[in-house]
């Protein structure tokens, strides 16, 4: 009966109805009474004690007092008048101003009687003050009253549409309590042993109205734990079933590798590297079909790993893809390994958007007969007409940009056995979102640079030093290197952005007569764009001045300067992105961070992160801390996290824990057959078809 109850449509309850249950619907994705148990508050306001006018104190949350009014009066005129109420307890005076809707609450605030009051307190000259708060006539009631009020997520719409905080606080609790015999306990009794957790009845209650600060952290541990568990059981399962179920192409023919080894390595490999390759071997001739996350910062050498498992498939008599995702990747991509298959003789061709309508017939036919050993591309490689004659292996670049489900077309391209997939990224990812978001993946990390590289050395300066900053970048053209001078292009202000960097260039052309200057930015079109690249690469231009289009794969061993403007605009990883343009050839390079003199917490941070540390995996966790794994990955419009409330960048232990019990529980009782973990398997029938997050209520 419970869950049916659950997906009862929300506009059955009590004071929804249709129309705003359409409301719900649209702004909050609240469709049945499950939805609305799980909209979780955000925040809490402290109503758990009354304070007095004597302990108001500067910078204090909004609090609640017991306040009798005075005197009322309207101050000023026009559109400038204020309803200011002088209002009273036993150890003070203070006043409650309203801006707007003066003329009701003129009506409604009575003086000698006493009200409830809740609001943020403010200190005028000697007196605080309180504008527009809450207020109502106090009773015997509401002042026995204590509480944590919750704060929930909320659309202006909503607010227009009187569907305010007090509203949706009503309509929870009015589920609560026809829910409350209903709510079934979805963990395993030994855990919340083991664990100390509440059950889930009472933290679902606690959640949404705890009755003190102890018992609300205490339903946040238990909810955050139990959906950990699950996205974890839900990752391990889909390993093992895939373990057992993919049969994958046996590729051990090293052959090719062997002479590419032996006559055309362009360098020596690092240990890192070699390890890796050993790794991908063994999976790929073990039986098994392989899935893989190959880890490495930019400029780890990760291209020739996998060309080098290229060569191993297309040794053994099977095909490869690699699927990167812009153009200018791919074509990047189709350089580095068509040069160097060539003195192999191994055939390989490039499938994107801009490519001829004639020269695609091509590529499909030499696909399917067989001939074409490899193939790169975009998104153009997951079409239906893409068909391949005998796919073994597909490499699937900057993951974080494509979903699981294009993952999954990809392996669909071979209908006799699913091939090999390893997935590439230059974003490190910390270890905690790596087992949430890829924990159906094996790892490899590439940790150390290639030999003869110095790390980047990373300076922050303020607008104030730019004529020194110009000294030095004189100095290094004059050394015979290159520039590359970043300034960000953020798409709600691309015309002041582009001014900016209109302005930029014109004052790089003043400062430094006679250096030819190239310009790139996400107006132009590709063929302008390409140009202007080709000349920097080639040393024809001695300053690259550009938007963020050069942050991923663009390669100019001479450039050995990074100055980003406005830094503090930017995003970690994409610094970290930028940064890993320049330090490609054996000369110290540098990055300059460029940033006005007011910095915000968050933006310091970040900005000190960049020039303490050249770890991608240092950066990462920081990243994390500071905006959520969503935001890090994109992967909020993606839906590969469907979190309801824990948060990967602040339960890092609380996810260890959960993933080792998880672990534990697939190992005692795969099928969850024994009598105590019944609980789990009736959880997860009701979930498989309907949601990633197992945790749910359904």
């Known amino acids: 009966m419970g869950n049916r109850f659950f997906d009862t449509p929300i506009?059955?309850?009590?004071?929804?109805?249709?129309?705003?249950?359409?409301l719900l619907n649209k702004e909050l994705g609240i469709f049945t009474y499950a939805d609305l148990l799980q909209h979780f508050p955000f925040r809490y306001e402290d109503r758990t004690r009354f304070y007095t006018i004597a302990e108001l104190q500067e910078n204090m949350p909004a609090v609640q007092l017991v306040v009798i009014p005075e005197k009322k009066e309207l101050v000023g005129a026009g559109r400038k008048q204020r309803l200011v109420v002088h209002a009273r307890d036993h150890t003070g005076q203070m006043e409650l101003v309203w801006f707007q809707g003066i003329k009701w609450m003129l009506d409604k605030v009575k003086t000698g009687i006493p009200y409830v009051v809740f609001g943020t307190p403010v200190k005028y000259s000697a007196r605080y003050s309180m504008a527009?708060?809450?207020?109502?006539?106090?009773?015997?009631q509401n002042q026995q009253r204590a509480y944590l009020q919750p704060v929930y997520p909320l659309t202006e719409k909503l607010r227009t549409k009187h569907l305010d905080n007090r509203t949706l606080n009503k309509l929870v609790h009015e589920l609560l309590l026809l829910a409350r015999n209903k709510i079934p306990e979805t963990l395993p009794h030994y855990l919340l042993a083991q664990y100390r957790l509440m059950d889930k009845q009472n933290a679902l209650f606690q959640i949404h109205f705890p009755e003190n600060h102890d018992l609300l952290a205490a339903a946040r541990r238990r909810l955050k734990f139990e959906e950990l568990f699950y996205t974890q059981l839900r990752l391990l399962k889909l390993k093992i079933l895939r373990q057992e179920k993919s049969h994958g192409i046996v590729l051990n023919n090293t052959g090719l590798l062997t002479e590419f080894y032996n006559h055309h390595l362009p360098f020596q490999l690092t240990g890192a590297q070699k390890r890796v390759i050993r790794e991908i071997y063994a999976d790929l001739k073990s039986g098994k079909q392989m899935n893989r996350l190959l880890q490495g910062d930019v400029g780890s050498g990760k291209t020739i790993v996998a060309f080098a498992c290229m060569l191993i498939a297309a040794g053994s008599g099977a095909q490869c893809a690699l699927m990167a995702p812009t153009e200018i990747l791919a074509q990047q991509h189709f350089k580095n390994i068509s040069r160097l298959a060539e003195p192999l003789g191994l055939k390989v061709a490039l499938l994107t958007g801009s490519v001829k309508k004639s020269d695609r017939k091509v590529i499909h036919q030499q696909l399917e007969d067989g001939s074409l050993s490899v193939l790169i591309g975009t998104h153009a490689l997951i079409e239906e007409k893409v068909q391949f004659h005998n796919l073994g292996l597909a490499i699937i670049d900057e993951q974080h940009r494509f979903g699981v489900a294009q993952r999954s077309r990809l392996w669909h391209k071979n209908k006799s056995a699913e091939p090999h997939v390893l997935v590439m990224t230059?974003?490190?990812?910390?270890?905690?979102?790596?087992?949430?978001?890829?924990?159906?993946l094996d790892v490899s990390v590439i940790d150390e640079l290639p030999p003869g590289r110095k790390p980047v050395q990373t300076i922050h300066r303020f607008d104030s030093h730019r004529l020194a900053v110009f000294g030095f970048i004189k100095k290094q053209i004059e050394a015979g290197r290159q520039v590359y001078l970043?300034?960000?292009?953020?798409?709600?202000?691309?015309?002041?952005?582009?001014?900016?960097?209109?302005?930029?260039?014109?004052?790089?052309c003043r400062a430094f007569p006679g250096v030819p200057v190239s310009i790139v930015h996400g107006r132009m079109d590709a063929e302008a764009k390409e140009y202007e690249m080709q000349r920097f690469v080639k040393g024809e231009t001695k300053i690259m001045v550009a938007t963020t289009v050069i942050e991923v794969g663009v390669d100019v061993p001479n450039a050995t300067v990074m100055i980003i403007e406005n830094a503090e605009r930017?995003?970690?990883?994409?610094?970290?992105?930028?940064?890993?343009?320049?330090?490609?050839?054996?000369?110290?390079?540098?990055?300059?961070?460029m940033t006005g003199p007011k910095l915000t917490a968050d933006a310091r941070k970040r900005i000190q992160t960049m020039v303490k540390t050249n770890n991608g995996f240092e950066i990462a966790e920081v990243d994390l801390e500071l905006r959520g794994p969503g935001d890090l990955l994109g992967t909020r419009q993606s839906g590969m996290l469907d979190l309801l409330i824990a948060d990967l960048g602040k339960d890092q232990q609380l996810l260890q824990i959960a993933r080792e019990e998880a672990i534990r529980l697939l190992q005692n009782d795969p099928l969850l057959q024994k009598p105590e973990n019944q609980v789990v398997y009736n959880q997860i029938n009701l979930q498989r078809q309907s949601s990633t997050n197992w945790s749910r209520i359904s």
């Open 11 to 22: 506009e059955f309850l009590k004071g929804v109805g249709p129309q705003r249950a359409a």
């Open 426 to 440: 230059a974003t490190p990812i910390p270890r905690t979102l790596a087992m949430t978001l890829y924990g159906d």
């Open 570 to 593: 930017f995003g970690l990883s994409q610094l970290h992105q930028l940064r890993g343009r320049v330090g490609r050839g054996g000369s110290q390079s540098y990055c300059i961070l």
């Open 486 to 508: 970043v300034y960000p292009l953020i798409e709600e202000s691309e015309k002041t952005d582009l001014k900016h960097l209109m302005d930029g260039y014109e004052s790089i």
């Open 132 to 140: 527009h708060p809450e207020i109502e006539p106090a009773t015997g």
